[in-house]
């Protein structure tokens, strides 16, 4: 009969970064502010994720992979659209510092409406969709004015964002000004913010705000937002964090999904009368793939006015949306054809036909191209709830005894002495360290290869970890001498399946997934797959004498004529141990840590299980 003698859960975590749900805004049927209330009725009631979770949306929310396209932070108050940044940020080592003297210095999250306006409250103090990462200097100094056109400046950031007098009609305050590349990505922030709060906003006061819950803003500065939303419309780099946001938050912008809503609503003269679609993308191909993901490149499309963006589709599903010619569908399933296709997109929503379509085979998995072991999971939860995982993506099995896990401690000092690994690692395994003081509800500490109070699995946020090979350093989670400052405080991070090969070089946006906190439903996933075989499992089969100890132990079998093949795995599926074409009676692989393994023997057309107990 054929049984599995392992259960293998594996558990998917999938960010919707691809469309627009199916019948999201199926209930968005009327005009005006009827229409309004029917939005808010579909994205009130989003999660919170608290106000320190921004942060970690903000590691997928907020990425430039728009102009630099260099994965740091994406700041409306620094970025240059059109030249070199000022500055740059990276996610996680310049947050929060405190020092804002100069620009530079730090970013923090600004509040597009000041959280002064609704003291500070929940959900509107950490919703992502009107909060923003931006530089600590300029974001002092915007303090809590409204967003308006300057009439003259008295402070000008370093991208060209303006405090000064108002130029909004009726209103004589002090008012801050973006650039002109960001007018739009604002106005449908306060156009959300409108929507989403409609049942409290009428109670706020704020300069730009008539104590209304259906126009909200006084008639000049509606105006002025619906001008900034017509001259700067929807662009790739909100769609993405739309998404992004999406996927953490549960609700979506609308008047990014669907631009026109504004002037249905609001009135006002729409983003553009532009009918053309863009013409067809051409020469779509396939430049590099893995078992999870397949690269592509295509010849750009052309517009009348401008094209915004692409959608792929693989197998007639949107699967991303990118501003460039080049993109990666991630989180594919290995040795599966896949049907590909791209159009083009301008701000009106004009969609060009599909390019010609190709078809993909992703790899079978186990046929890795990695150069050698990598971390493919790191968890910083909370208590001892410390963990990490090592792949083996090579092809090949890999002996762990070269290989030691090192800590920086506050990203100061020197490496510790290191924790030994030991056994060997099949390909397409993995290997997983954990603190022995791990919670049972986010992992049992006996399904791990490693179970230790060993000072490298007592990490915390801004300890950075690191993988060494005889002595050298291969692979890193942080920045060593990086500093107090966290990189990686209360999150779970997973290496990207567009990452092949390891890195001593610390990149959080480009090379990790984040997740909430305790996040454990992954670790040790994949590590080997269920034994789906004609089985024998009678005891006279096969004898295993005596009671192993250190892992080694004999073998009985009717005879030894004949060569067989022997692996073991551990009780949760890693197979720790093989054997090929053995006639050997006696087996050692004294690596086994202390456990329950099952040990299969495939001899002639027979599988025989067997239960050990390493003592």
């Known amino acids: ?289 893995t078992a999870t993901s397949i690269s592509l490149s295509w010849t750009a499309s052309t517009d009348n006015v401008a094209v915004t963006g692409y959608d792929v589709y693989a197998n007639s599903v949107l699967k991303t949306t990118v501003s460039g010619t080049t993109a990666t569908i991630t989180g594919l399933t290995a040795s599966t054809t896949y049907s590909i296709y791209v159009k083009a997109k301008d701000a009106a929503g004009n969609a060009s036909a599909s390019s010609n379509t190709i078809s993909v085979t992703t790899n079978s998995s186990g046929t890795g191209t990695a150069t050698d072991l990598l971390f493919s999971e790191y968890i910083e939860g909370s208590g001892n709830n410390k963990a990490l995982e090592i792949a083996n993506n090579t092809g090949s099995s890999v002996n762990l005894s070269a290989y030691t896990i090192k800590k920086q401690t506050n990203g100061a000092g020197s490496w510790s002495t290191g924790l030994a690994l030991s056994g060997t690692l099949a390909t397409g395994s993995k290997f997983v360290v954990v603190n022995s003081s791990m919670s049972s509800s986010c992992f049992s500490t006996s399904s791990a290869n490693i179970s230790t109070t060993a000072t490298e699995l007592t990490f915390n946020g801004n300890d950075a970890v690191g993988l060494f090979k005889n002595g050298v350093l291969i692979d890193i989670i942080g920045t060593f001498n990086g500093g107090t400052a966290n990189f990686a405080i209360d999150v779970t991070l997973r290496r990207k399946s567009t990452v092949t090969s390891p890195s001593t070089t610390f990149n959080l946006s480009a090379q990790w997934d984040s997740f909430s906190q305790d996040t454990c439903n992954n670790l040790g996933s994949k590590m080997a797959r269920p034994i789906e075989e004609e089985v024998v499992e009678t005891s006279n089969e096969v004898l295993i004498f005596p009671n192993p100890s250190n892992g080694i132990f004999n073998i009985g079998l009717d005879n030894f004529d004949s060569p067989y093949d022997l692996e073991i795995f551990s009780f949760t599926g890693q197979k720790v141990f093989e054997k090929q074409n053995s006639t050997d009676a006696v087996i050692t692989a004294v690596h086994l840590v202390k456990g329950i393994y099952v040990v299969k023997i495939q001899k002639d057309s027979k599988t025989i299980i067997k239960k050990i107990v390493i003592e």
């Open 1 to 289: 009969m054929k049984k599995n003698y392992f259960l293998l859960l594996l558990m998917f975590a999938t960010i919707g970064f691809a469309q627009i749900p199916s019948g999201y805004y199926s209930t968005a049927t009327g005009t005006g502010y009827t229409l309004k209330t029917q939005l808010y009725n579909i994205i009130k009631d989003h999660t919170n994720n608290g106000y320190a979770g921004l942060y970690t949306t903000y590691q997928t929310s907020d990425v430039d992979n728009f102009y630099e396209n260099d994965g740091t932070i994406l700041d409306m108050y620094s970025e240059n659209p059109s030249g070199t940044d000022p500055y740059n940020y990276t996610t996680g080592t310049t947050q929060r510092c405190g020092n804002y003297s100069a620009e530079g210095d730090c970013y923090n999250r600004e509040h597009i409406i000041p959280q002064s306006v609704f003291n500070e409250q929940f959900p509107m103090v950490a919703d992502a969709h009107f909060i923003t990462p931006t530089d600590g200097k300029v974001n002092g100094m915007r303090s809590n004015y409204p967003h308006g056109n300057v009439n003259s400046a008295t402070y000008t950031s370093q991208n060209g964002s303006k405090l000064g007098s108002s130029a909004v009609s009726g209103y004589s305050g002090t008012v801050f000004e973006p650039i002109n590349a960001f007018k739009g990505d604002i106005a449908r922030m306060y156009f959300y913010f409108a929507t989403r709060y409609e049942n409290t906003v009428a109670g706020y006061s704020y300069a730009m705000f008539n104590g209304s819950s259906n126009q909200v803003f006084t008639t000049a500065f509606l105006n002025m937002l619906l001008a900034w939303h017509a001259q700067d419309p929807v662009s790739a780099r909100e769609i993405a964090r739309n998404n992004a946001i999406y996927a953490r938050q549960n609700n979506r912008n609308p008047f990014i999904d669907h631009p026109e809503y504004v002037n249905q609503i609001w009135g006002g003269t729409p983003p553009s009368g532009d009918t053309q679609a863009p013409t067809t993308p051409t020469s779509l191909a396939s430049t590099t793939k």
